[in-house]
């Protein structure tokens, strides 16, 4: 069984193949992403393979991961989750549904969620530290995408307000 995620960078767009295969050696390796190439041949800690962790914490994980970004890319449709803001599309008005009402960058954060689940179901250390190599890009990416997203509304407003004046 696989499981997909989606998550957007403004310049680049990572498709998340998630290893939910129970036996990770017996996987076809053309169809095995970076980030499981990446784990696959790392040491395996037998800390992370107590059955709490590499499998119902993984598990969940991955499942809450894969909920935040799945549900915000349907609370945005496809013109705001992959062209919108940055093509002059905006929305007409914010999102405040679930899951912006959880978390105000859930693709961000669910897929963090869905790599850390991942380094644990496989046992991985180094997965852990890619994980927190992932969050501090996204955490480096919001820096930018907040204060950018946030002016183009308020551009928008000024602009409607000014054209209410003028009629």
Known sequence: MRCE??????????????PLHPNPTQ???STLTSYERA??????????????????????LILTGNVLVLSSMWALGFTGTYLGDYFGILMDDVVTSFPFNVT?????????????GTALLYGKPAGLLLTAEVLAVYMVAL????????????KRDREVKE?????
């Open 5 to 18: 995620s989606f998550s957007f960078l403004p310049s680049l767009q990572f498709l998340f193949v998630l």
């Open 27 to 29: 996987t076809n390796s």
């Open 39 to 60: 784990l696959r041949h790392q040491p395996t800690s037998p800390l992370l393979l107590h059955p709490l962790i590499s499998t119902y914490l993984a598990y969940t």
């Open 104 to 116: 105000d960058a859930p693709m961000y954060y669910g897929s963090t969620l869905s790599f850390l």
């Open 143 to 154: 820096r930018f995408e907040d204060p950018f997203t946030a002016e183009i509304y308020a």
């Open 163 to 167: 054209g209410k004046k003028m009629s």
